[in-house]
């Protein structure tokens, strides 16, 4: 399974998991610590992600991102302003996009090392989130795929950005389980809004399984925001049987799904303990390998 990630990731001078765990993962990935994955540039994608955050953002704040005027634009996610921050948010969005492509050739998982994403909104960064790479893969994903593109968030915090960016698109399903009610907003149409306060690891994992029996059947692709910022509340075996989960519907399903990383943080765990988390991610959609591989294809070649 690729998974997608280049420095650019951390090019953000501003240092904070969102701008470096991304480097620690990928580390973690090259020691061997996620068998069957290889990290992959997503280089090829990086003009489509310049084109797409210019579409998607308003032309005051990609300014302010490429050149950090005015300040306080520039910085809106959270983070002081440095030129990498803008090579951070091209190559994390060619990261999704990258993955977006591969889930659907291989019809099968990939993902990318990408993180600050759903707060975004168009005029500005909120909530240490940078560009809406998860709006501008399931925007994309409508132009790759028939029927429905979903995007799962379970991110411990809601996606007001992405509701804000995609809400009214009747192409792409919005399904946010958050554990927090930082950025919760009114969802449009069919999509849907949950935020649970305190749950037990079942009746959260009871809530996952609600959400994947909401995926319609038409759906061509699932974009999943798999933060780890429920935990401490929900354990770090109760997430590791979350991605269990997500993982195997979409592989039983034969729904291709693209993931990013969202939000964990080193509030009260170690940096190793945050890798730790992300790498049930990983390693749960690499256990499931695409059609093409587990089936035998009709030549009897691979
Ligand atoms: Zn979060």
């Given at each position: 399974?690729?998974?997608?990630y280049n420095e650019a990731y951390t090019a953000?001078?501003?240092?904070?998991?969102?701008t470096?765990?991304s480097g620690?993962?990928a580390?973690?990935?090259?020691?061997?610590?996620?068998?069957?994955?290889?990290?992959?540039?997503?280089?090829?994608?990086?003009?489509?992600?310049?084109?797409?955050?210019?579409?998607?953002?308003?032309?005051?704040?990609?300014?302010?991102?490429?050149?950090?005027?005015?300040?306080?634009?520039?910085?809106?996610?959270?983070?002081?302003?440095?030129?990498?921050?803008?090579?951070m948010?091209?190559n994390s969005?060619?990261g999704?996009?990258?993955?977006?492509?591969?889930?659907?050739?291989?019809?099968?998982?990939?993902?990318?090392l990408s993180?600050?994403?759903?707060?975004?909104?168009?005029?500005?960064?909120?909530?240490?989130?940078?560009?809406?790479?998860?709006?501008?893969?399931?925007?994309?994903?409508?132009?790759?795929?028939?029927?429905?593109?979903?995007?799962?968030?379970?991110?411990?915090?809601?996606?007001?950005?992405?509701?804000?960016?995609?809400?009214?698109?009747?192409?792409?399903?919005?399904?946010?389980?958050?554990?927090?009610?930082?950025?919760?907003?009114?969802?449009?149409?069919?999509?849907?809004?949950?935020?649970?306060?305190?749950?037990?690891?079942?009746?959260?994992?009871?809530?996952?399984?609600?959400?994947?029996?909401?995926?319609?059947?038409?759906?061509?692709?699932?974009?999943?925001?798999?933060?780890?910022?429920?935990?401490?509340?929900?354990?770090?075996?109760?997430?590791?049987?979350?991605?269990?989960?997500?993982?195997?519907?979409?592989?039983?399903?034969?729904?291709?799904?693209?993931?990013?990383?969202?939000?964990?943080?080193?509030?009260?765990?170690?940096?190793?303990?945050?890798?730790?988390?992300?790498?049930?991610?990983?390693?749960?959609?690499?256990?499931?390998?695409?059609?093409?591989?587990?089936?035998?294809?009709?030549?009897?070649?691979?």
């Amino acid at each position: 399974m690729k998974v997608f990630y280049n420095e650019a990731y951390t090019a953000a001078a501003h240092a904070f998991d969102t701008t470096r765990k991304s480097g620690e993962i990928a580390t973690a990935m090259d020691e061997g610590c996620a068998p069957g994955c290889e990290v992959v540039d997503p280089i090829d994608f990086v003009d489509l992600a310049e084109e797409l955050i210019e579409a998607t953002h308003a032309p005051a704040y990609v300014e302010a991102l490429r050149t950090g005027e005015p300040y306080d634009l520039a910085g809106s996610q959270g983070f002081s302003w440095d030129e990498g921050i803008w090579d951070m948010a091209v190559n994390s969005t060619a990261g999704v996009l990258a993955a977006v492509d591969e889930a659907l050739a291989t019809g099968g998982s990939s993902g990318s090392l990408s993180s600050g994403l759903h707060h975004a909104r168009r005029a500005g960064g909120v909530g240490y989130c940078t560009v809406n790479g998860l709006a501008m893969a399931a925007t994309r994903g409508t132009e790759l795929v028939s029927g429905t593109v979903v995007i799962l968030d379970l991110d411990a915090h809601c996606g007001g950005g992405t509701n804000e960016l995609i809400g009214g698109d009747g192409r792409i399903l919005h399904l946010d389980l958050s554990t927090s009610s930082f950025d919760s907003y009114s969802p449009d149409g069919d999509d849907e809004l949950t935020v649970l306060h305190g749950p037990s690891d079942v009746e959260y994992l009871e809530h996952v399984h609600g959400c994947l029996g909401r995926i319609p059947d038409d759906t061509g692709l699932v974009i999943y925001n798999a933060g780890m910022d429920p935990h401490p509340g929900v354990s770090a075996e109760g997430l590791a049987q979350r991605e269990r989960l997500v993982a195997a519907w979409c592989a039983r399903n034969s729904v291709p799904v693209a993931f990013v990383l969202a939000g964990g943080y080193t509030w009260g765990i170690t940096m190793d303990e945050l890798v730790d988390l992300h790498l049930h991610t990983v390693r749960a959609f690499a256990g499931h390998p695409s059609r093409a591989a587990r089936e035998p294809s009709v030549t009897g070649r691979p």
